[in-house]
């Protein structure tokens, strides 16, 4: 069974960095695209990173500049650096196949508050 464990997340100020990490159970970690996505409360979720798998990378432009996303394929992880934080990125934020989504893992709360 496919399994996502995402890590890294925690309380920070606006303006600060955080870098996430994920880390994916299943095979052929390397043939996928991943995404990042996140969830704020009583909002839905939503796609704030992909890679695929060459290496390209799309954001949306709530994030672009300040987001990015990378894939270590050794590994089996993705991870998504985020600088320049502000409070409306506060969210849960998970880790995904963007083309054929699994399970969902438990994902990181990530806090963005002075």
């Known amino acids: 069974q496919v399994q996502f464990v995402e890590s890294g997340g925690g309380l920070v100020q606006p303006g600060g960095s955080l870098r996430l990490s994920c880390t994916y159970s299943g095979r052929g970690f390397s043939i996928y695209a991943m995404g990042w996505y996140r969830q704020a409360p009583g909002k839905q979720r939503e796609l704030v990173a992909t890679i695929g798998s060459g290496g390209s990378t799309n954001y949306p432009d709530s994030v672009k500049g300040r987001f990015t996303i990378s894939r270590d394929n050794a590994k089996n992880t993705v991870y998504l650096q985020m600088n320049s934080l502000k409070p409306e990125d506060t969210a849960v934020y998970y880790c995904?196949?963007?083309?054929?989504?699994?399970?969902w893992g438990q994902g990181t709360q990530v806090t963005v508050s002075s």
């Open positions: 995904n196949r963007p083309n054929n989504q699994v399970s």
